[in-house]
């Protein structure tokens, strides 16, 4: 099992540039989350995703940002038109069922923004 | 929503001593809680985690604690190696929801 697999590891952006971030889910797992880091600081929830449906999105921030979690391929993080605030550690997680049973979420090795 | 808060920040211990974090939460309906280790520039791995039924779980070296009444829950490292240096996280979980709620970490140093 290759575990939770993100791409690219490092993202460089120009300010006002979209960031695209890539996340194939565990075999078997058909949850996805997003969670951001940013430096020294903890992991912040950002958007639950189920395939083709977005579950919960509330820690994602209403403008500039969207996901998705198509039917063929993996889950997408989109960031438009970045700004240096938006460079943080992007981690994925994936979990088998659902954290709502308490099923674990085994997290990838995140894709790491800077923004310019 | 859940808040979770962690101390400490930072900690530093001698080889062979024991480690402890602690990490209080809010919400009193939260019923899963784990634990996480980040290794510098890698992922958060699972090390341990327990439910709200339980009061102590333990795997070999580590064991976890959980106190609902005061809606806290430790972790604890005995026999502390160099390779037990990292980023612990705590988290907790709500039942009506799917989202870990996590602290702000600590950073464990473990000196030789």
């Known amino acids: 099992n290759a575990g939770v697999m993100q791409n690219p590891r490092h993202l460089v952006r120009r300010r006002g540039q979209e960031a695209r971030l890539r996340c194939s889910p565990m075999?078997?797992?058909?949850?996805v989350y997003w969670y951001r880091q940013l430096p020294e600081e903890g992991l912040k929830f950002m958007v639950y995703?189920?395939?083709?449906?977005?579950?919960?999105e509330s820690g994602m921030p209403k403008e500039r940002f969207s996901a998705e979690f198509p039917k063929e391929g993996p889950s997408i993080l989109r960031i438009q038109q970045v700004v240096r605030g938006d460079s943080a550690a992007y981690f994925c997680a994936s979990s088998l069922t659902g954290t709502g049973d308490n099923s674990p979420l085994h997290f990838g090795n995140g894709t790491r923004l800077t923004v310019t | 929503g859940e808040n979770v808060e962690q101390h400490p920040s930072t900690l530093s211990v001698q080889e062979g001593d024991s480690a402890v974090i602690k990490c209080t939460y809010s919400d009193s309906a939260s019923n899963y809680f784990p634990w996480y280790k980040q290794e510098l520039g890698k992922r958060p791995q699972l090390i341990i985690d327990?439910?709200?039924?339980?009061g102590e779980k333990k795997d070999q070296r580590i064991a976890v604690t959980l106190n609902k009444t005061a809606k806290h829950f430790s972790l604890h490292i005995t026999e502390t190696q160099p390779e037990d240096s990292a980023v612990y996280f705590c988290a907790a979980k709500l039942p009506s929801g799917d989202k870990l709620t996590f602290g702000t970490g600590t950073r464990l140093a473990v000196r030789p």
């Open positions: 995703l189920q395939k083709e449906n977005i579950i919960d």
């Open positions: 327990i439910r709200s039924n339980v």
């Open positions: 075999k078997g797992h058909s949850h």
